[in-house]
């Protein structure tokens, strides 16, 4: 017996006082109604309905039993509302996951708009610059920096995340700017520190990659110290454009440019990419992320 329909034919018959009318309503045949509301009695060991031939009523534990049944209808239909709500509007908990300096420098910021424009989305935000997977880390969106992955993730690239060396202008006057690449090998390096190690400066000079990094003077995770200590003049420091964009229009860093580039990789190509797994983005809450931060990141780099 299809119990929660045998419940909705009782409330009716209830509410209506007719079998007739309560399976009219829902387009069934009065016997087929009336035989579902007396196996819901069977079920339950008590007569729900007092049946005459003018008129059907509620007895007094039919009364009882509609009461509760209600409230427990009115719930269920308010569910349902709200799961097709959610499946429409977007809302609910979004789990995002950054690299800590492009979370603090641009996605904060632009996530105080998104959340103005989707109140009813919860953000969820976690900041690392742990090597991890997608999967592993249980998040609807992540934000990553390198290489597109080999996760069977969608992968957008928001943005270029090449690094690019850069000093101070006292300390260009204190220990001369590098006349080349392999110049760099005589001065200070401020270094940061990826999962996989001190980043280093790399050059493709003549076919063949060679290493130009200076003498380490400091070594961290933490772009803003080292940034800090580079605008002191304590050395050179190579770190992404869009982490020293301020610095560099202040003016308070200078970016050093050489007949051949410098790279932390001898892999071409380093991106920001956003990455989200296919069929999260048919959730509403998720699609809506996903479209705004690559239009306005995107917006934003071209600029």
């Known amino acids: 017996?299809?119990?929660l329909r045998a419940i909705r034919y009782f409330c009716k018959v209830a509410e209506t006082g007719s079998f007739t009318k309560a399976a009219k309503a829902f387009g069934v045949p009065p016997s087929s109604l009336s035989r579902r509301v007396a196996d819901l009695e069977k079920s339950l060991g008590a007569t729900l309905l007092k049946r005459s031939t003018r008129i059907v009523k509620m007895t007094e534990v039919g009364q009882i039993y509609y009461n509760d049944v209600q409230q427990i209808l009115s719930q269920l239909k308010q569910s349902s509302e709200t799961v097709q709500s959610y499946q429409t509007t977007p809302m609910g908990r979004l789990r995002i996951s950054s690299m800590v300096g492009f979370g603090e420098k641009?996605?904060?910021?632009?996530?105080?708009?998104?959340?103005?424009?989707?109140?009813?989305i919860v953000l969820d935000v976690s900041l690392s610059d742990e090597l991890s997977t997608l999967?592993?880390?249980?998040v609807d969106i992540a934000i990553r920096g390198g290489y597109a992955p080999n996760e069977r993730v969608l992968a957008i690239r928001l943005m270029d995340n090449g690094f690019i060396p850069v000093a101070a202008p006292s300390y260009l006057d204190n220990y001369g700017t590098p006349e080349d690449a392999m110049a760099l090998k005589q001065h200070q390096g401020l270094y940061f520190k990826a999962p996989t190690g001190p980043t280093p400066w790399l050059c493709?000079?003549?076919?063949?990659?060679?290493d130009v990094s200076g003498p380490a003077v400091a070594i961290s995770?933490?772009?803003?110290?080292?940034?800090?200590?580079?605008?002191?003049?304590?050395?050179?420091?190579?770190?992404?454009?869009?982490?020293?964009?301020s610095y560099l229009e202040s003016g308070q860093l200078i970016e050093l440019k050489f007949t051949h580039p410098l790279a932390i990789t001898q892999q071409a190509d380093m991106a920001v990419y956003l990455l989200y797994q296919k069929q999260r983005y048919l959730m509403p809450k998720v699609?809506?992320?996903?479209d705004f931060l690559v239009e306005r990141i995107k917006v934003a780099d071209d600029q």
């Not at 995770?221 to 964009?245: E, F, H, Q, V, Y």
């Open 1 to 3: 017996m299809d119990q």
């Open 221 to 245: 995770n933490n772009g803003p110290w080292l940034a800090k200590k580079a605008c002191s003049g304590d050395g050179i420091l190579m770190s992404t454009r869009w982490a020293l964009a």
């Open 204 to 210: 493709y000079i003549d076919n063949q990659w060679h």
């Open 106 to 120: 641009i996605l904060l910021p632009l996530l105080d708009e998104f959340s103005a424009l989707y109140p009813k």
């Open 287 to 290: 699609k809506a992320a996903v």
């Open 135 to 138: 999967g592993r880390d249980d």
